[in-house]
T-cell receptor
Framework: DQQVKQNSPSLSVQEGRISILNCDYT??????FLWYKKYPAEGPTFLIS?????DKNEDGRFTVFLNKSAKHLSLHIVPSQPGDSAVYFC??????????FGKGTRLHILP | GAGVSQSPSNKVTEKGKDVELRCDPI?????LYWYRQSLGQGLEFLIY????????KSGLPSDRFSAERTGGSVSTLTIQRTQQEDSAVYLC???????????????FGPGTRLTVL
């Protein structure tokens, strides 16, 4: 049973526009949510996170929104740049428990 | 290097053989994690080491999988009698404090791509 779901395997966005990556979760005990970015042949790198006590966290071009009632979070990248082309993993954890990762969404930024 | 390193980067083996994968975490990090990513799948948790505590082995898929962490630093993941379904990228990560603090960022190595023929 997938506790963290990324229903879009891939997404293509024009350079300069907004990229929106979505993630749904099922476990109401999750209290911390993360996004990781992965380039080919490299390990994932931490991008941004949000605690369940917040509904928005912003870091430069990256903003994560959390809707607890819908058990949904999204990552917004604006403006999108060529270097943003990568696989993005949504992840979640409950207190003192392991991080559960989604299957990832491959983002293509088009010139 | 300051990051997490893993070796080998690629490993091709025959079904039934044993393999050892190595992880060198970031110096000073007390927590170490192993994950695997099969084709088209997310990162699957395998095992977690935190300091001198007993490891959390709850993610190991079978008793053919084992891992050690010697001296609180280097870790080795061993897969015995490999099967084709073991083919995946095996990722190691380390963090400063471990799971007790949710905000403790995990830093990943580049992974070992294992192919079992």
């Amino acid at each position: 049973d997938q506790q963290v779901k990324q229903n879009s395997p891939s997404l293509s966005v024009q350079e300069g526009r907004i990229s929106i990556l979505n993630c749904d979760y099922t476990n109401s005990m999750f209290d911390y949510f993360l996004w990781y970015k992965k380039y080919p042949a490299e390990g994932p790198t931490f991008l941004i996170s949000i605690s369940s006590i917040k509904d928005k966290n912003e870091d430069g071009r990256f903003t994560v929104f959390l809707n607890k009632s819908a058990k949904h979070l999204s990552l917004h990248i604006v403006p999108s740049q060529p270097g943003d082309s990568a696989v993005y993993f949504c992840a979640a954890s409950a207190i003192d428990d392991k991080i559960i990762f989604g299957k990832g969404t491959r983002l293509h930024i088009l010139p | 290097g300051a990051g997490v390193s893993q070796s080998p980067s690629n490993k091709v083996t025959e079904k039934g053989k044993d393999v050892e994968l190595r992880c060198d975490p970031i110096s000073g990090h007390t927590a170490l994690y192993w994950y695997r990513q099969s084709l088209g799948q997310g990162l699957e948790f395998l095992i977690y080491f935190q300091g001198n505590s007993a490891p959390d082995k709850s993610g190991l898929p079978s008793d053919r999988f084992s891992a050690e962490r010697t001296g609180g630093s280097v870790s080795t993941l061993t897969i015995q009698r490999t099967q084709q379904e073991d083919s995946a990228v095996y990722l190691c990560a380390s963090s400063f404090l471990g799971r007790g603090l949710s905000t403790d960022t995990q830093y990943f190595g580049p992974g070992t791509r294992l192919t079992v023929l």
